[in-house]
């Protein structure tokens, strides 16, 4: 089944810095949604692109999709301390497929 | 409050000892799934279901099963839970749009030991 991949695994920055992660897939997508973790706790959804957009914006978030190279970036700026979580891709290819999420990216911010 | 509730939250079971995960979403969505989270793995998939009494495999299904009597239920059941299967699981529904899954609501996840 198709996959997000995440870069990084892991990202350390300093508070009030922009945190940037990437998504990398292989199919055609419907949509691809970002989503956010909390230590050991549910994920919560954050954002949905649709593959006919190009950028979104939700807050401090910015979502890129670049269908031509398979990728999409999550720009969280000016990040806070309460920004710390790991940060999931996830690909939906429409229809009854399933969504499928990627590895995850680990975001620590230190005050 | 929308939400999707699962139970137990935490258990320890010994190997062969069968146990059922419940969860039950009171968003009325039709869409309903199962993952299982490992360090290194990510999310993946157990099962899914489109709908009351549509079942799918997903990713992982081997030693579970599932079953969607009602809208709102969607049982993980361990018929001979074994070592392998101890891991955090999430239960998450949404209600598909534009063709897709739509965004998922997710529990607060059941960790899940079996000695």
């Known amino acids: 089944s198709q996959q997000g991949e995440e870069d990084p695994q892991a990202l350390s920055i300093q508070e009030g810095e922009n945190a940037t992660m990437n998504c990398s897939y292989k199919?055609?997508?419907?949509?691809l949604q970002w989503y956010r973790q909390n230590s050991g706790r549910g994920l919560v959804h954050l954002i949905l692109?649709?593959?006919?957009?190009r950028e979104k914006h939700s807050g401090r978030l910015r979502v890129t999709l670049d269908t031509s190279k398979k990728s999409s970036s999550l720009l969280i700026t000016a990040s806070r301390a309460a920004d710390t979580a790991s940060y999931f891709c996830?690909?939906?290819?429409?229809?009854?497929?399933?969504?499928?999420f990627g590895k995850g990216t680990r975001l620590s911010v230190i005050a | 409050e929308a939400q999707v509730t699962q139970n137990p939250r935490y258990l320890i079971t010994v190997t062969g000892k069968k146990l059922t995960v419940t969860c039950s979403q009171n968003?009325?969505?039709?869409?309903m799934s199962w993952y299982r989270q490992d360090p290194g793995l990510g999310l993946r998939q157990i099962y899914y279901?489109?709908?009351?009494?549509?079942?799918d495999k997903g990713d992982v299904p081997e030693g579970y099963k599932v079953s969607r009597k009602e809208k709102r239920n969607f049982p993980l059941i361990l018929e001979s839970p074994s070592p392998n299967q101890t891991s955090l699981y999430f239960c998450?529904?949404?209600?598909?749009?534009?063709?897709?899954?739509?965004?998922?609501?997710f529990g607060e996840g059941s960790r899940l030991t079996v000695l």
């Open positions: 968003m009325n969505h039709e869409y």
């Open positions: 199919t055609s997508i419907n949509n």
């Open positions: 998450a529904s949404s209600s598909p749009t534009g063709g897709g899954t739509g965004e998922l609501f």
């Open positions: 279901s489109m709908n009351v009494e549509v079942t």
């Open positions: 692109i649709r593959s006919n957009e």
């Open positions: 996830a690909t939906d290819a429409g229809g009854n497929t399933p969504l499928v």
